[in-house]
T-cell receptor, first 116, second 114 residues
Framework: AQSVAQPEDQVNVAEGNPLTVKCTYS??????LFWYVQYPNRGLQFLLK??????LVKGSYGFEAEFNKSQTSFHLKKPSALVSDSALYFC??????????????FGTGTKLQVIP | DTAVSQTPKYLVTQMGNDKSIKCEQN?????MYWYKQDSKKFLKIMFS???????INETVPNRFSPKSPDKAHLNLHINSLELGDSAVYFC?????????????FGQGTRLTVV
């Protein structure tokens, strides 16, 4: 069974500082990895994904994530945090298989609080 | 233009009632989903349809019945509502099943059962 772990319920960072939101995963075969952001009272919005290729993936709003196969991690990063980045962030994984449907499994979410 | 739209946005109802939530996507996607987000913000898939065919049916009470009249619509009907059904329900859609494609989510329907 596939799973996603987001070990931190909340991450606090000062505005202008770099931020990291951690994610590790477990899946059979090659993973498809995703990051989504949820603002209050809104649906999830896609930020970025890793399918194959470069381990460093760039996405929306200046976010990027690094795929590390040996550590089975896909941490979300941003060089300089903005107050407007404050939101709930979800990591998700789907295992790649030749046949059949693989559902997406979401992590438990990490609340990012950027302090002015 | 709203890509994935759900109605209603808020739904307050009494225990034992039957209610429906509607979802429509105008993205041309072939796969649609229903997710439940509980009070702790945990997000769990309930159902998924691909071209009107049910492909994912997680452990969900029989009181929940999805219906997909066409690939642009996926509705959720809930019978005999219980207090524990209170949650935010999200509809989502994506392209081809099995590929590394991201999902687009609706704004959510906040269901409160009293």
């Amino acid at each position: 069974a596939q799973s996603v772990a987001q070990p931190e319920d909340q991450v606090n960072v000062a505005e202008g500082n770099p931020l990291t939101v951690k994610c590790t995963y477990s899946v059979s075969g090659n993973p498809y990895l995703f990051w989504y952001v949820q603002y209050p009272n809104r649906g999830l919005q896609f930020l970025l994904k890793y399918i194959t290729g470069d381990n460093l993936v760039k996405g929306s709003y200046g976010f990027e994530a690094e795929f590390n196969k040996s550590q089975t991690s896909f941490h979300l990063k941003k060089p300089s945090a903005l107050v407007s980045d404050s939101a709930l962030y979800f990591c998700a994984v789907r295992g790649a298989r030749r046949r059949g449907y693989q559902k997406v499994t979401f992590g438990t979410g990490t609340k990012l609080q950027v302090i002015p | 233009d709203t890509a994935v739209s759900q109605t209603p946005k808020y739904l307050v109802t009494q225990m034992g009632n039957d209610k429906s939530i509607k979802c429509e996507q105008n993205l041309g996607h072939d796969t649609m989903y229903w997710y439940k987000q509980d009070s702790k913000k945990f997000l769990k898939i309930m159902f998924s349809y691909n071209n009107k065919e049910l492909i994912i049916n997680e452990t969900v009470p029989n009181r929940f019945s999805p219906k997909s009249p066409d690939k642009a619509h996926l509705n959720l009907h809930i019978n005999s509502l219980e207090l524990g059904d209170s949650a935010v329900y999200f509809c989502a859609s994506s392209h081809i099943v099995g590929e590394g494609t991201e999902a687009f989510f609706g704004q959510g329907t906040r269901l409160t059962v009293v």
